[in-house]
């Protein structure tokens, strides 16, 4: 089973104390969103053109493989559809520069006219997918906000079908808000693009985040079905530390991570 863990619970941390962590926790994977407290990749020094040969360095002394760069793309605005274009391709070149396989995008909210905003989603990810083509780096659209239900997906699906650099990260979280225990639902009609997932809890109960294992989301079953069906990639712990300062911090979220993992 392959697993790693988001930096957005830790976004402090220098990459040195990233990496550290991963070996503490016996974890070979790291998916970066956010180093040193700047969540911006191309201002993130040790993912700098200059730092290339330095950082690989640490990341293979450590053992450690970077899995996915997290962007804040979202191409579901007009207004802001160009910026997200040149934070994506900024991103592509990072991650083909450090051998990182996967960059992840949003749709994020349907706004205006639904299919228009649900063919400019799925343009604005065929262009990334078409400009990294030949770089060996292929974009996953996230499980999120409005983008998180098989009837607002699919027109995407289709849009981008044809296109092998292309996929989804499911967040099991985004998806219990809207079918609960009826994940299959889901589950069973995204199951061919999934390349990743993000793991989390929450309570049914308020809806806040909870340790791994202490929420109502049935992560265990959902892991081993995954497996079972042949899943290959990572399942990254997601700790949201970065937009919700008051929960503990990712040691400890890691550490009830690693008691699933070792219970699948």
């Known amino acids: 089973m392959n697993i790693c863990f988001s930096t957005l619970g830790c976004v402090d941390y220098s990459l040195e104390q990233i990496l550290g962590l991963a070996e503490r926790f016996g974890i070979g994977g790291i998916e970066i969103r956010g180093i040193g407290s700047q969540m911006n990749n191309a201002l993130i020094e040790v993912l700098s053109v200059e730092y290339t040969a330095r950082t690989e360095s640490l990341l293979a002394a450590a053992g450690v493989r970077p899995v996915v760069l997290g962007t804040s793309c979202a191409f579901h605005s007009t207004e802001k559809y160009a910026q997200a274009m040149r934070e994506g391709r900024e991103s592509i070149d990072i991650a083909t520069r450090l051998k990182v396989p996967y960059i992840?995008?949003?749709?994020?909210?349907?706004?205006?006219?639904?299919?228009?905003?649900?063919?400019?989603?799925?343009?604005?990810?065929?262009?990334?997918?078409?400009?990294?083509?030949?770089?060996?780096?292929?974009?996953?659209?996230?499980?999120?906000?409005?983008?998180?239900?098989?009837?607002?997906?699919?027109?995407?699906?289709?849009?981008?079908?044809?296109?092998?650099?292309?996929?989804?990260?499911?967040?099991?979280?985004?998806?219990?808000?809207?079918?609960?225990?009826?994940?299959?639902?889901?589950?069973?009609?995204?199951?061919?693009?999934?390349?990743?997932?993000?793991?989390?809890?929450?309570?049914?109960?308020?809806?806040?985040?909870?340790?791994?294992?202490?929420?109502?989301?049935?992560?265990?079953?959902?892991?081993?079905?995954?497996?079972?069906?042949?899943?290959?990639?990572?399942?990254?712990?997601?700790?949201?530390?970065?937009?919700?300062?008051?929960?503990?911090?990712?040691?400890?979220?890691?550490a009830h991570f690693m008691h699933i993992v070792q219970n699948i």
Not at 104 to 118: A, L
Not at 184 to 193: G, Q, S, T
Not at 206 to 227: Q, S, W
């Open 104 to 254: 992840r995008v949003f749709g994020n909210r349907i706004t205006g006219e639904r299919n228009e905003c649900i063919t400019r989603v799925g343009q604005g990810i065929c262009e990334l997918c078409r400009y990294a083509a030949d770089k060996n780096v292929t974009v996953l659209l996230e499980v999120h906000g409005d983008f998180n239900t098989v009837e607002n997906l699919v027109p995407v699906l289709n849009i981008l079908n044809g296109h092998p650099n292309f996929g989804l990260i499911w967040d099991i979280a985004h998806t219990h808000r809207v079918y609960g225990r009826r994940w299959r639902e889901f589950y069973d009609v995204m199951k061919p693009y999934i390349r990743h997932v993000h793991v989390k809890d929450l309570s049914d109960g308020d809806g806040g985040l909870t340790l791994p294992g202490k929420g109502d989301i049935p992560i265990i079953p959902i892991m081993k079905k995954m497996l079972d069906d042949g899943y290959g990639g990572f399942f990254s712990l997601e700790w949201e530390k970065k937009w919700h300062p008051e929960l503990d911090g990712i040691e400890v979220a890691l």
